[in-house]
């Protein structure tokens, strides 16, 4: 396993202490997704997907990883994303990712994880997409019914609206950046920053939901700094919690 990484990612991955337990590596094509931008970078289009090796993949996780309180299903196929949640043993809140792709190709399986997680994590048109309403309000309130206890809808350079259940209610605006190299990413990285914080403040009251929310902004905003990956490798602690501080001095 340890062979299919360059010196410098192994490097990477122990100094940022990522687990690799449990890695799966499959003799095939990797999963492939295109997409094409709009002008404002906040808008985006599926253009092409190939399943390849995620055709016939099916998540196994290692005994330790089923105690895990605080449980991410990242942006894959609704039905994988389930097959994790059944090997859970009771989780203390689960998040789950997805997109455009999966609302078209597969919307019954993920209408079921729906019922499954305590988060739902989607971009505004993908929110309206899913239950085809044009006002994001609605929108969010709507999926909120449908099992999440709280819908995180992202807005881009506008920010993010966090919908709860039970009528609860947050809006933040994005942290301001002049230059925006790509934006590939960084939903992936809100996603990570928010239930980081989560697991590392042990919280799952509303107003720590907004925190993390903010974390994710701020982790996002990071990503969009430089091409891939290229900004996240070197981002530290304290540049996260000097631009928590900036932010803070422009919410009124």
């Known amino acids: 396993m340890a062979t299919i990484f360059p010196p410098e990612h192994k490097q990477l991955f122990a100094s940022r202490k990522i687990d690799l337990t449990g890695l799966e590596v499959a003799a095939g094509q990797t999963f492939c997704w295109s997409g094409e931008y709009e002008v404002n970078m906040n808008n985006r289009k599926t253009l092409s997907v190939a399943l390849n090796v995620f055709e016939k993949f099916e998540p196994k996780l290692p005994e330790a990883y089923r105690e895990t309180p605080y449980v991410l299903l990242g942006n894959i196929a609704p039905s994988l994303q389930r097959m994790v949640c059944k090997q859970i043993r009771k989780p203390k809140f689960v998040v789950a990712d997805t997109m455009d792709l999966w609302i078209g190709m597969a919307r019954a399986d993920l209408v079921e994880l729906l ?69 590939t990413g960084a939903g992936d990285c809100f996603a990570g920053g928010f239930i980081g914080h989560l697991a590392r403040t042990d919280d799952i009251s509303f107003a720590n939901l907004k925190e993390a929310i903010i974390q994710g902004t701020l982790v996002a905003s990071f990503c969009c700094e430089d091409f891939s990956l290229r900004r996240i490798q070197k981002l530290t602690v304290e540049e996260i919690a000097a631009r928590r501080k900036a932010f803070g001095s422009y919410i009124v």
């Open 115 to 183: 019922k499954e997680v305590d988060m739902l994590i989607l971009n505004d048109s993908e929110a309206k997409q899913l239950v085809e309403e044009d006002n994001i309000i609605r929108a969010g309130k709507k999926i909120a019914a449908m099992g999440p206890r709280y819908v995180a809808v992202k807005k881009g350079e506008h920010g993010c609206l966090l919908f709860g259940r039970d009528g609860e209610f947050f809006s933040t605006g994005a942290f301001p950046l002049e230059t925006i190299s790509d934006p």
